[in-house]
């Protein structure tokens, strides 16, 4: 009997296992990268993007539900990997005027693979003809892009001149 060859729909519902169980590790992460974070800014923005998650979570869930799947993950070896160079980045330089660039630039590794994530599965939902999917997952990618942006901003404006001036 010949092996079935596996579809987009599948290629789909994997990958949004992949970016369900990113998002719920990234929960737990949120709040730690907030409590390491020196600039008030920068706290504030891990803190304003945790509820943001929580929202991506909702949303994933019911993009399941659009193709009748159960939300669960499946384990990411991409975002631990990601998020463990974040929690060396907080070990190595606590105390530090640098620690704030490393913890920002970790939370922009985080936001780039799921700016990646969501931007590929908001086309494969179009592909599919999965419109309620597409407008969540679109929904969640601008709020990622938007993340990043205002990461960046951080960066350029405070965050690395002080990590650079700080004596």
Not at 28 to 53: I, N, S, V
Not at 69 to 80: E, F, M, S, V
Request: net charge negative; proline share 2%.
């Amino acid at each position: 009997m010949p092996r079935q060859l596996k579809k987009l729909d599948e290629l789909f519902h994997d990958t949004l296992k992949d970016i369900f169980y990113a998002e719920k590790k990234i929960l737990t992460a949120l709040p730690k990268l907030a409590k390491a974070a020196r600039h008030p800014q920068l706290k504030a923005a891990f803190e304003k993007h945790r509820g943001e998650t929580e929202h991506h979570v909702s949303r994933l869930e019911q993009v399941f539900g659009t193709i009748e799947k159960k939300a669960q993950g499946k384990k990411c070896l991409a975002i631990d990997g990601i998020i463990e160079e974040g929690q060396e980045i907080a070990k190595e330089y606590r105390g530090s005027p640098a620690l704030d660039s490393g913890l920002l630039a970790a939370a922009q590794a985080v936001e780039h693979y799921e700016i990646s994530r969501y931007g590929t599965l908001r086309t494969w939902a179009q592909e599919l003809g999965l419109a309620q999917a597409v407008s969540l997952l679109e929904m969640t990618l601008g709020e990622e892009e938007r993340t990043d942006k205002t990461l960046t901003q951080l960066a350029e404006t405070c965050v690395n001149q002080e990590a650079q001036s700080a004596t």
